[in-house]
């Protein structure tokens, strides 16, 4: 009987310490893929460095993030790159990767309104109500000025910048909608600029 009980004690003991082990390795793993997704978002990344197909989806993505960068640096908008990703993922799924009507006629990137009371770079409405400007880059400045006029804080984390912005009541569709959409682009722009 003895021996049994030790027996059955030294199993549970066994037993614990390999359900530990388990724990500790998946909390490892999880640490250090955190720790490396990071450090991808915090590489310093130059634009100017990063080469695409040209033609391809994938150029369209370098090239609206280095007029998005550029622009954001001449404003002195903080955290340039982090935003200029938040910024291109987000006007890469309003224009269809650059490709909508209201972009190629109006330069209007983010899919704005014309605005009634805050300050705008907006050349003036679209006949159907769309903001329209002299350039892509004005229409960054005006995606800019929304986010101060609305007092947004900024966050390294996609999902976070997405939900601040419907508080706000920047878009009408069901946050998951959007968020997924942008999301998406989001994760190919990373990839394209993480390669480069």
């Known amino acids: ?109 983010f899919g704005m309104k014309q605005p009634r009371t805050r300050p705008t770079t907006s050349l003036g409405p679209t006949s159907t109500g769309w903001a329209s400007y002299e350039s892509f880059e004005k229409s960054v400045e005006d995606r800019y000025l929304w986010d101060q006029y609305n007092k947004l804080t900024y966050t390294n984390d996609i999902k976070e910048f997405i939900q601040t912005i419907k508080s706000k009541s920047y878009f009408e569709e069901p946050f998951q909608q959007y968020y997924n959409g942008v999301r998406s682009h989001y994760a190919k722009l990373n990839q394209i600029l993480n390669q480069g």
């Open 1 to 109: 009987m003895a021996q049994s009980k030790k027996s059955y004690t030294l199993l549970i003991i066994a037993g614990v310490l390999l359900v530990g082990s388990v724990i500790a390795f998946v909390l490892f793993r999880y640490i250090r893929k955190k720790k490396e997704e990071n450090e991808l978002l915090t590489k310093e990344i130059n634009p100017d460095e990063i080469d695409a197909e040209p033609g391809s989806n994938e150029e369209k993505y370098v090239e609206a993030f280095k007029v998005i960068y550029d622009t954001l640096q001449k404003i002195n908008a903080p955290e340039p790159e982090t935003l200029a990703r938040f910024y291109t993922a987000q006007a890469a799924f309003e224009t269809e990767i650059f490709k909508s009507p209201l972009f190629l006629q109006a330069n209007n990137a």
